[in-house]
Antibody, heavy 126, light 109 residues
Framework: QVQLVESGGGVVQPGTSLRLSCAAS????????MHWVRQAPGKGLEWVAV????????YYGDSVKGRFTISRDNSKNTLYLQMNSLGVEDTAVYFC???????????????????WGQGTLVTVSS | EIVLTQSPATLSLSPGERATLSCRAS??????LAWYQHKPGQAPRLLIY???NRATGIPARFSGSGSGTDFTLTISSLEPEDFGVYYC???????????FGPGTKVDIK
C-alpha cells in the first residue's frame, strides 16, 4: 500500500533554513504530482506547495512563495521541501500528500490528495 | 479568490445519530470538492472526492452531495471512531492553488 514518511523536522531559530524529506513507496512515485500541506498548532490544514510528476511545474501558497522550494528526485522516490527564512508563523506539522489523479497531457494536476504521511513537526523559536 | 466556509464549527452527537456537515464556496466550483477526516496525531484521510465519490476503503455511512456552491458530507449513523475534524477542500483552476475550509469538529457524546 501507499506509504509516505516525512523526516527532517526539528527546532530551528527564526531566519534559518531547514529541508524536509518525504520517502514514498507502494506506488509509482514518478507518475504522480506531490504536495506539502501543513497544520499550525491549533489551526486547520493549509496547502503549501505542489510539484508535477516530472518536476517541471511547481506552485506555492502565498504565505511561503519566495521562501520555500519544493523538489523531487524520482530516482530516489523522494519529495523535498527546502524552507528558507523561517519565521515563527511557519511552526507546524508538515505533511506530504500524493495527488489523487493520474496526470494527462491536458491536466497535470488533480484536485485532491488521496494519501498522506504522518507528518513531521517544525518548530521555529528563538 | 474562492473562499470555503464550513458549518457548524462544532457538532456534538451521540453514536447512531446522523451528522450533516456543510461546506459552501463563495463561487461555483462545479463538483471539484473533496472531504477529509483528521484526527489528532494522525494523517488526514480522504473520504470523498468529486463531491460524491467515496474514496477507497471508506465505509458506506459516509456520503457526499452537492455541486456548484453548496456541498454536504453526511455520516448516516455515527460510530465512536468518527470523532475528529472534517475539512472540505477545492482547487482553483489557474493558477492551481489548493484551499481547505476551516473545518467542522465532530465530538461524539
Amino acid at each position: 500500500q501507499v506509504q509516505l514518511v516525512e523526516s527532517g523536522g526539528g527546532v530551528v531559530q527564526p531566519g534559518t533554513s531547514l529541508r524536509l524529506s518525504c520517502a514514498a513507496s507502494g506506488f509509482t512515485f514518478s507518475s504522480y504530482a506531490m504536495h506539502w500541506v501543513r497544520q499550525a498548532p491549533g489551526k486547520g490544514l493549509e496547502w503549501v506547495a505542489v510539484i508535477s510528476y516530472h518536476g517541471s511545474y511547481t506552485y506555492y501558497g502565498d504565505s511561503v512563495k519566495g521562501r520555500f522550494t519544493i523538489s523531487r528526485d524520482n530516482s530516489k522516490n523522494t519529495l523535498y521541501l527546502q524552507m528558507n527564512s523561517l519565521g515563527v508563523e511557519d511552526t507546524a506539522v508538515y505533511f506530504c500528500a500524493k495527488d489523487g489523479v493520474i496526470p494527462t497531457v491536458t491536466n497535470l494536476l488533480g484536485y485532491f490528495f488521496d494519501s498522506w504521511g504522518q507528518g513531521t513537526l517544525v518548530t521555529v523559536s528563538s | 479568490e474562492i473562499v470555503l466556509t464550513q458549518s457548524p464549527a462544532t457538532l456534538s452527537l451521540s453514536p447512531g445519530e446522523r451528522a450533516t456537515l456543510s461546506c459552501r464556496a463563495s463561487q461555483s466550483i462545479d463538483s471539484y470538492l473533496a472531504w477529509y477526516q483528521h484526527k489528532p496525531g494522525q494523517a488526514p484521510r480522504l473520504l470523498i472526492y468529486g463531491a460524491s465519490n467515496r474514496a477507497t476503503g471508506i465505509p458506506a455511512r459516509f456520503s457526499g452531495s452537492g455541486s456548484g456552491t453548496d456541498f454536504t458530507l453526511t455520516i448516516s449513523s455515527l460510530e465512536p471512531e468518527d470523532f475528529g475534524v472534517y475539512y472540505c477542500q477545492k482547487r482553483s483552476s489557474w493558477p492551481p492553488l489548493f484551499t481547505f475550509g476551516p473545518g467542522t469538529k465532530v465530538d461524539i457524546k
